[in-house]
């Protein structure tokens, strides 16, 4: 059974840092992983989708790494502004398909 | 042209009412979820329907029905709601047949049973 583990469950910097947000996974048999940002309110809004095959996926100022063999991948997010606020969700997709598996989010807060 | 709406917004009710919530995608995919997220945040999966037919049904009560009646759309009915049905619950849609599966959100409905 698959379980995803997130840390930090909240990290709170300031403005221009770079950090990094952390997921693990149990069951390393994933096709791909999802990162989703989630304002406070909101639905999900997909940030990068890292297929198994890949080492890491850029958009922006965001880069996630995938290490399937070792269940982890990391959210990397670059001169972080206040708008970045809000909660950082990944979510392995199983090589058999169905269902994402949820983390319970890192809740980030960028002071101004 | 939002690609995966859901209505309503929000819905509040009493214990023990029937109450449906609709969602639509215009993305061309062809398999929908609905996910429930709960108090504490944690978001899992309800169903899945793949062109109308039902796909995966987690360990849900039967007082949810999904009803798919076309590929576009998923409903969630909700029979003798009870307070621990109250969570905000969210709508997806993803292409199977594609390479990435991956999975858009709509803004999800709070649901509020009292």
């Known amino acids: 059974k698959q379980e995803v583990t997130q840390i930090p469950a909240a990290l709170s910097v300031p403005e221009g840092e770079n950090l990094v947000l952390n997921c693990s996974f149990t069951?390393?048999?994933?096709?791909?992983l999802q990162w989703f940002r989630q304002d406070p309110g909101k639905g999900l809004t997909s940030l990068l989708l890292?297929?198994?095959?890949?080492r890491e996926q850029t958009s922006g100022r965001l880069n996630a790494s995938l290490d399937k063999s070792s269940g982890r991948s990391t959210l990397y997010i670059a001169a972080s502004q206040p708008g970045d606020s809000a909660t950082y969700l990944c979510a392995p997709f199983p090589n058999q398909g169905g269902k994402l598996i949820f983390g319970q989010g890192t809740e980030l807060s960028v002071k101004p | 042209d939002t690609a995966v709406s859901q209505t309503p917004k929000y819905l509040v009710t009493q214990m023990g009412n029937d109450k449906s919530i609709k969602c639509e995608q215009n993305?061309?995919?062809?398999?929908m979820y609905w996910y429930k997220q709960d108090s504490k945040k944690f978001l899992k999966i309800m169903f899945s329907y793949n062109n109308k037919e039902l796909i995966i049904n987690e360990t849900v009560p039967n007082r949810f029905s999904p009803k798919s009646p076309d590929k576009a759309h998923l409903n969630l009915h909700i029979n003798s709601l009870e307070l621990g049905d109250s969570a905000v619950y969210f709508c997806?849609?993803?292409?199977?047949?594609?390479?990435?599966?991956?999975?858009?959100f709509g803004p999800g409905t709070r649901l509020t049973v009292t």
């Open positions: 997806a849609s993803s292409q199977l047949a594609g390479v990435s599966y991956e999975q858009y």
């Open positions: 069951d390393s048999a994933i096709y791909n």
């Open positions: 993305l061309g995919h062809d398999t």
């Open positions: 890292i297929q198994s095959s890949q």
